[in-house]
């Protein structure tokens, strides 16, 4: 499938979309334009993706493309409580909100287009406009069984085609007989609503779908269109680590000690990196009476703080030999007792950074409403810079919407009768635990990351992307909890420390010559000036052949096996359009790219609108424009209208292929030689500690588990362990069962892992990076990136490097980039150009390797390196 996610989403949202939901959109295109998928292509989808990870995201984009492709202005977004649909408001309609998903103005083809709440969807629709109506599915229900006078009936969902979007859809699910009516009544709601027009359409989304459930999976066996667990989305990175701090603390030492550790994070963020951090503590309590003793507990800590009593309890449990202590906690000890001059400051800031003044009460008791107070917004805005609450303490309020981002620390109530460790209150926290993992993205070395920086690294800046879940150390309630993490599929480890393993390049290796005189080459990347734009054909845009847009044909056939859309011209033909220079103009006008300010950012060169049609440029006089039409339009001639559009058409594409085309930096076909002995260096790695998540071998995780392997007694192998996953583990194995028949073409054969971690705080790190450098590609990736393993072979006459990536089978099609450029570089051997005078070097990549070797790479390594199949090859 070569579907590509649609220009104008990625131009009208603020966040671009994720690997993960450019798949989820592609699956959808997919389903309701091809004919096999006729039960989704007029109904019902499900989306099942983990908590944190952009589903709202998701739905946004989800409205663009169904406004754009399919024609739809009517959205219903329907939730079970009022704290989700509040934020939903701030996600997707209210302009002025940080929340708010969307780019404004939104502009599409040139036209903006405006979004509406509304509470009924009017009669006729506005041109431009995309009406959203947002409410409780209680208050659905109540509508539509009630109908009353400025309410939505049965009769308005009849009328015109609406799209439903259904968040946390595990709640409208049949469940058992005993099933409460009222959850019926919901569920039969939207079906009602969904079978009322044949082209309404059901989106749902949740993160929790009890398939086990026989009724469930019955009704959504064939309605999951696409996936994203929540142990892919936490091993992918784009949430914060999970840690358990498990002690026999009362409540009052766990809340001194993450007070301590909240503090410790945002001076260390200061003082480290110059970042305005501000961690946000929560209280989970049982029942409300516990939170708020476990407030009024806190605030006379704070009230009666002092640097000797905080001196006096860190001593007590600072042991600088214990193994069992928690890591992160003998960090933070460590960092007061090395202040300890500073502490009187440090704790005259701790009072102010706790004060009463920023702590959030979360409860619905004698306090009042919170919603009424301002407390949802405090809530919801906890991350904006003008929000100062450090502290919320609440029982079950914040599950479901919860979006915060800064939130480091959970710390379970449990000095109390009601704190019971059962599976049901477990489930719950392990769900806490879930949502409170999104990763907080921050500025650092001027750029904002999505993604964790610090995997395994080895300073205190973990602690900028761990959240901390600290618990009571009972053994049946940690039993439980440990089975609901698991049940939950989160991976999550205790807080133990976690020393750094050194990785060492072996003495015998630094003997060879390899080593002494040898290289390794990546290719050159160099910054491409403005004057190489000096035509479109810089871009990759055809400015010499005649112009082809497709436009209003009858049929359209999508043929997803050869990997392509096929259109089916049988009952259409080309039809010349004369070309009107007002008309190009007007179409140049109502697209916003082609304004001169913004035109000027991708082409520097041009010096004017007019010029962008000349010869050098768009070349309009020189060609012939055919729109692909209708046969039975014949002869007759095209309205203005008509031919607007078909130039709206052409310059949307030429727009397309521009900014794909432009490039501040591009890869070459040189390849610079680095030498070995100062780039292949000893490092230093943390072994992966998660202790639950269960590992799925069909979800890649199993064979993507990353352990330490020990290569001591490997001659072939440069360093002396390494930390690989099971895929990789095998890659070497395979390698290894071959290097005897190597080794009588080549007297040294070695096999070097290129861990990120080699280099991580040098620039070093940036050189050994492979670029692009196919100028013919339309798949345009500007990163780099660094292949696993390089196979080094040499002999009196040869040097042979072999660039090796192993890669997890969900990987395939996301990263397929990253294969065409090795293959690129094989089919380019003659055209490469090395930085020195050197003869019988060669450069060449391999296929990326699989569990098992499905695809043959071993076998395509023996080609490569012998010229022939190795001996008795198998596979098994």
Same mark, same amino acid.
């Given at each position: 499938?070569?579907? $590509? ?12 979309? *994720? ?181 309404? *359409? ?209 710390? *379970? ?76 599929? @989160? ?74 859309? $096929? ?158 996953? $099971? ?10 069962? *071959? ?82 450029? @090795? ?54």
């Amino acid at each position: 499938m070569n579907y $590509q996610t649609p220009q104008y989403i990625y131009d009208n949202m603020k966040h671009r979309f *994720r690997y993960y939901q450019d798949k989820a959109l592609h699956y959808f295109h997919y389903a309701i334009n091809n004919t096999e998928f006729k039960y989704m292509q007029s109904k019902h989808v499900l989306f099942n993706m983990a908590t944190g990870s952009g589903k709202t995201d998701l739905m946004a984009g989800l409205i663009l493309y169904l406004f754009r492709e399919e024609g739809y202005q009517r959205f219903l977004f329907t939730v079970n409580t009022n704290s989700v649909l509040q934020k939903t408001v701030d996600n997707l309609t209210d302009t002025n909100s940080i929340k708010n998903l969307f780019k404004h103005p939104i502009e599409i083809e040139g036209n903006r287009i405006r979004i509406e709440q509304v509470k009924q969807f009017p009669t006729v629709a506005k041109e431009n406009v995309i009406y959203i109506k947002l409410d409780t599915i209680q208050g659905i229900a109540s509508d539509l069984f009630t109908e009353k006078e400025n309410t939505m009936g049965l009769s308005e969902y009849k009328k015109n085609k609406t799209v439903i979007l259904a968040d946390e859809a595990h709640h409208y699910s049949a469940r058992t007989k005993s099933e409460k009516e009222v959850e019926r009544s919901w569920e039969r709601t939207i079906e009602m609503i969904l079978d009322a027009n044949d082209d309404n *359409r059901l989106l749902e989304f949740t993160a929790t779908i009890d398939l086990e459930n026989k009724q469930v999976y019955e009704k959504y066996k064939d309605k999951i269109i696409y996936r994203y667990a929540l142990d892919k989305y936490i091993l992918d990175g784009y949430s914060k680590n999970i840690r358990r701090i498990q002690s026999s603390n009362k409540d009052i030492d766990n809340m001194m000690n993450v007070i301590l550790l909240s503090e410790f994070r945002r001076l260390y963020s200061k003082e480290m990196y110059n970042i305005e951090l501000k961690p946000v503590i929560l209280f989970k309590s049982p029942k409300i009476i516990d939170s708020n003793q476990a407030e009024t507990k806190f605030l006379e800590l704070i009230e009666n703080l002092t640097p000797d009593q905080i001196e006096s309890f860190i001593r007590l449990r600072f042991n600088e030999n214990s193994e069992e202590q928690s890591e992160t906690l003998y960090r933070t000890y460590r960092y007061y007792l090395t202040n300890i001059e500073k502490l009187s400051d440090i704790v005259r800031e701790m009072k102010r950074q706790f004060s009463k003044n920023r702590i959030i009460n979360a409860n619905d008791t004698d306090r009042g409403n919170m919603l009424e107070k301002g407390h949802y917004e405090a809530l919801n805005t906890l991350e904006n810079p003008s929000n100062l609450y450090r502290v919320v303490f609440a029982v079950a309020k914040l599950t479901e919407g919860w979006d915060v981002l800064n939130l480091y620390d959970i710390v *379970r109530i449990s000095d109390t009768e009601n704190a019971k460790g059962n599976k049901v209150s477990t489930m719950a926290e392990a769900q806490l635990i879930g949502r409170g993992a999104r990763y907080n993205p921050f500025k650092l070395d001027d750029e904002i990351s999505y993604k964790r920086r610090f995997e395994e690294d080895g300073a205190d800046s973990l602690l900028l992307e761990t959240l901390h879940y600290h618990t009571i150390n009972e053994p049946q309630y940690l039993k439980n909890l440990v089975e609901s993490l698991n049940e939950m599929n @989160l991976p999550t480890g205790e807080d133990k420390k976690n020393p750094l393993i050194e990785v060492k390049v072996k003495p015998s290796f630094k003997k060879t010559e390899i080593w002494k005189q040898g290289s390794i080459y990546y290719n050159e990347r160099v910054l491409v000036s403005d004057d190489h734009y000096d035509n479109l054909s810089k871009y990759g845009v055809d400015n010499r052949s005649d112009i082809i847009v497709n436009w209003q044909f009858n049929t359209r056939e999508y043929n997803y096996d050869s990997n392509m859309v $096929q259109d089916d011209f049988s009952d259409t033909f080309q039809k010349a359009i004369q070309l009107d220079l007002r008309l190009v103009l007007k179409a140049m006008n109502r697209n916003s790219f082609y304004h001169f300010d913004h035109l000027r950012e991708y082409l520097p060169l041009l010096k004017s609108r007019e010029e962008f049609l000349s010869e050098s440029w768009l070349n309009l006089n020189n060609r012939t424009l055919y729109a692909v039409v209708p046969r039975s339009i014949g002869r007759q001639e095209l309205s203005p209208e008509s031919k607007l559009e078909i130039f709206e058409i052409y310059l949307r594409q030429v727009e397309q292929q521009i900014k794909q085309g432009y490039r501040k930096e591009i890869g070459t076909n040189k390849f610079i030689g680095y030498p070995i002995r100062e780039y292949v260096s000893d490092y230093k790695k943390r072994q992966p500690n998660y202790d639950t998540g269960r590992m799925n071998l069909f979800d890649t995780k199993a064979s993507q588990h990353v352990s330490r392997q020990d290569y001591i007694n490997e001659e072939f192998f440069v360093y002396d362990s390494a930390f690989i996953n $099971q895929t990789e583990q095998q890659l070497v194995d395979r390698i290894k069962d *071959r290097v005897a028949e190597l080794s009588e073409e080549y007297s040294e054969v070695y096999l070097v892992r290129m861990d990120e971690n080699m280099h991580r705080e040098s620039v070093k790190s940036d050189k050994l990076k492979l670029h692009q450098f196919d100028r013919e590609t339309t798949d345009i990736h500007f990163e780099a990136f660094q292949p696993d393993f390089i196979l080094l072979l040499a002999n009196t006459d040869h040097y042979l490097q072999i660039f090796i990536e192993p890669k997890g089978i969900n990987l395939l099609e996301r990263e397929q980039w990253k294969e065409d450029l @090795l293959m690129y570089i094989n089919d380019q051997e003659a055209n490469l150009v090395f930085d020195e005078e050197i003869d019988g070097v060669r450069i060449k990549g391999l296929k990326f390797y699989t569990i098992n070797d499905g695809r043959g790479t071993i076998e395509q390594l023996g080609e490569i390196a012998l010229g022939e199949k190795f001996r008795g090859l198998s596979y098994l």
